[in-house]
């Protein structure tokens, strides 16, 4: 069944989240991303040469009465600019983040974006208790949101995406979600079943972020996780501690032929 206007709203909120600020031609370029067209959003639309999911991001601008217009999904879109402008809205200020920072987040994202494959994600995606550590932790911080920003779990839910989902491994962390003044904060979920002095695996790339990002990049460090009750102790780990208080050994290579 095709996508209405109301889910693709629902997807462009990640979308900015990972760019900070789209325009109405990047939209239309990423939504599939984020959201998997199905064989009625393809079909071509009657009255413009494109599938009709991308008219309907289109038609999201045309019937926005209002030049500006705030939208409850967590952008703003502004129809002055040519064309409109869709910028992620601060949850905590709600004010529109600023232009030099949308500019470094762009920057950022294309460096980690064009990374596709990263072979440590790969396996831990195919093991079972890293991919329910990750659920946890989605829902341990839309609860953290709730009880120390009093915000309501409606919209913490949608300031906390699950962005190794719908992104894949290149952006180089797991969860975004946001820092007690409205920033953002990037989560990359590390899961065992033993004590929290277990080892776990860091990528090359998922390094390269956290010095990168710094104070915006956390560690979810998951311990004594439980499978079947899917539930685990949490120690979260800025990226200053992770380089002063831990080690980083070479224990992998990603091998082909030559």
Known sequence: MAHTEAQIRRAIKPLLTVYGELNTSD?????????TFDAEDNLPSPTRNEPRIIQRIGNIVAHQADKVKVYDEGF??????????????NPVTNEVIQPDKVTTVKEKTR?????????????DLNNE??????????????DRLVETLSMKRAKAMQNVQHLSRLQGDGLGYDISSINDDGSPRYIEVKTTSGDFSQAFFMSENEKRFFQEYGASAFIYRVYNFNKEARHGEV???????????????TTTWKVTPK
Do not use: M
Not at 27 to 35: E, G, I, S
């Open 235 to 249: 120690r979260i780990i800025s990226s200053f501690e992770l380089f002063s208080d831990f080690n980083f050994d």
């Open 27 to 35: 939209v239309k370029n990423l939504l599939h991303t984020v959201l």
């Open 111 to 123: 460096r980690f974006t064009t990374r596709k494959v990263d072979w440590e994600k790969v396996r």
């Open 76 to 89: 703003i879109v502004d129809k002055n600019h040519k064309p409109a402008k869709f910028s992620l809205l």
């Open 129 to 142: 208790i890293g991919d329910q550590g990750e659920e946890f932790v989605l829902e341990y911080e839309i």
